[in-house]
């Protein structure tokens, strides 16, 4: 059993005729999977030897995350709706009435002038952010813009950016029923790419979203801030298409070694032709000679499948 190149928390078994056999680390917690059901219990056995485990059977409740297993429909649901109702009581919000979306685009957050280090202590506005961001890595692809826009400001925020990270809880009350659910499907991993242009009002830098579906189901998503100052919206389209690349580069690197087979190139889709035309055409004139070097790394991830 050797650790992954692309992931080292995860050991792989060799496969032989199409036997799977995984071993996933995550800090003191330790999952098997495989569709061999005689190595589970052996390596149980195994592990038993070395450690002293505590068996939690079938995977049901992991790391704040409830697994629902059905078989004869093949699917797999992760939600976290118990993560969010503690979330919920512990900020007094288990009455709140539920928002619609988890930011609002007429509310404009800047980071305060002066600092008043006594209205901050009046709001847990560290701790509600740091809570969500779980969430957001977790099993809630919908909110790790708003969580990633709220982190810049935990240094120095007031009851304005505090009333808006709770809108994101309160957005969390509606939706806390959503899921995660993977099926088998023959459709192959597709990414999509996007980038809000220039949106950050304290620098004026653009953010960047990215995720790719799997198994009917997002499994890897991404937001966060530009490094850079993009001088248009496709500069900044095509900042995030690189980050999208970064990431499907690593998923087939992963995915290949898992399944030998997998050799697939991954389609990243993006909704700005100027961007598209940037990847494809390495031609440099005004507009695009004072990009990064480090940004024309997705046209060679595009020229090489």
């Known amino acids: 059993m050797k650790p992954l190149d692309a992931d ?4 792989m078994v060799p496969e032989e005729n ?3 056999k995984l071993l996933v680390v995550y800090v003191d917690d330790t999952f098997l999977l495989s569709n061999d059901l005689t190595w589970i219990p052996t390596m149980k056995t195994e592990l038993a030897r070395q450690f002293k485990p505590r068996d939690l059977e079938r995977i049901n409740y992991a790391l704040g ?10 699917t797999i649901t992760m939600t976290q709706r118990l993560y969010v109702m503690k979330l919920l009581k512990r900020f007094g919000m288990l009455d709140c009435k539920p928002a619609p979306t988890p930011m609002t685009p007429s509310v404009k957050l800047a980071k305060p002038i002066k600092v008043d280090e006594e209205e901050m202590a009046n709001f847990s506005y560290q701790m509600l952010v ?3 961001m779980y969430l957001a890595v977790a099993t809630r692809p919908d909110i790790p813009y708003a969580v990633s826009f709220l982190s810049q400001f935990n240094p120095c925020y007031t009851v304005e950016h505090w009333k ?14 959503l899921a995660l659910l993977l099926h088998r499907t023959g ?3 597709l990414g999509y790419a996007d980038a809000d242009w220039g949106v950050c009002v304290v620098d004026r830098k653009s953010y960047t979203g990215f995720v790719f579906k799997f198994g009917g189901a997002a499994i890897s998503w991404e937001a966060k801030k530009q490094r850079t100052v993009a001088l248009s919206s496709t500069e900044a389209e095509y900042m995030g298409l690189t980050e999208a690349a970064k990431e499907a580069i690593h998923l087939r690197h992963f995915l290949k070694e898992i399944d030998g087979s997998f050799t697939s ?3 990243v889709y993006n909704d700005n032709v100027g961007a598209q035309q940037l990847v494809k055409n390495p031609v440099l004139h005004a507009r695009t000679k004072h990009i990064d070097i480090r940004h024309h790394f997705v046209r060679e991830a595009c020229t090489n499948g």
């Open 265 to 267: 190139a991954i389609d």
């Open 65 to 74: 995350i409830k697994f629902t297993q059905n078989e004869k429909e093949g």
């Open 130 to 132: 740091g809570s969500m």
């Open 18 to 20: 199409g036997i799977l």
């Open 187 to 189: 459709e192959p991993i």
């Open 8 to 11: 080292p928390c995860v050991f």
């Open 164 to 177: 808006a990270a709770k809108r994101v809880l309160r957005y969390l009350k509606g939706t806390m029923d």
